[in-house]
């Protein structure tokens, strides 16, 4: 891709989904997340409905007048990107990759938190440490991190959550808002997420294609493994096929929900097709 084609779509993907963050999460956001704690700010003179509880009386009884103690949210917070860029993650049937909408989906989440002053980084994975971009504030790092989901080209095809969530802990030592970007085509990661999800408040967001949990019948076709590079000719018509295919797709599916549920972790599943702003909007909520 040219610089000129990357940042044509770079600025596309600011405007859809700054917008997003601008005028439906970034309050959502702002009361599900909140800071460490009140901090205090100033004294400034009663007002009438102001909480007794607050008035400074040292200062009240200088000036013989009242006045009281003002705090202020202790805000800044850190939000790290955990973003699979795995071969599975470049698969869908419905006009974009699943690796679009997760592109989209950081984005908002990325625009989310500098509006609210609170940093982002950014940890791309497939079976190994791809890339890590230390947490930053500010405009133009976002924008570093929307161009490295765009193009980034890892090693490696395969999956592997549980290294993920070992360099998470290891690289964040404070409490961090942990979102877990990927389709979750891999298990046996229960232990390290529960680690994980006592020291940050962790979301899995699993970003899904309608074909990975059903195939339909077409007869005897030639499959990529997108993650080994291996073809296998599968006969579709075959209803045990099928079957198990699906078998092994649900498998999947509730072994993320239940494993993040069981760690503490929040779940979202979105498919490609569907509305994530929904998705977000609905769990931002339920969570607040």
Known sequence: MDTKELLKKVRKIEIKTRRLSNHIFGGEYHST???????????????YGDDIRAIDWNVTARYNEPFVKVFEEER?????????????EFFGTNQQFKKDTITEIAATLAFSAIQNNDKVG?????????????????????????????????????????QALKFLSNVLKKKAIVFVLSDFMNDNYERTLKIAGNKHDLTGIRVFDKHDQEIPNIGMVPMLDAETGEVHLVNTS??????????????????????????????????????????????????G
């Open 76 to 88: 800044e917070l850190t939000m790290m990107l955990v973003v699979d860029i795995s071969g599975s």
């Open 33 to 47: 997340f909140k800071g460490r704690g009140m901090t205090f700010s100033e004294v400034r003179q009663y007002q």
């Open 238 to 287: 075959s209803s045990s096929v099928r079957k198990q295919y699906k078998t092994n797709a649900l498998y999947l599916e509730d072994y993320f929900i239940s494993t993040f549920r069981k760690s503490g972790a929040g779940v979202i599943n979105t498919r490609v097709d569907e509305s994530y702003v929904k998705k977000l909007l609905g769990y931002f909520k339920q969570k």
């Open 122 to 162: 950014l940890i791309l994975f497939s079976d190994q440490i791809e890339l890590f971009i230390p947490p930053k504030k500010g405009r133009s790092h976002v924008l570093r991190i929307i161009r490295e989901l765009i193009e980034f080209e890892g090693k490696s095809k395969k999956t592997d959550i549980d």
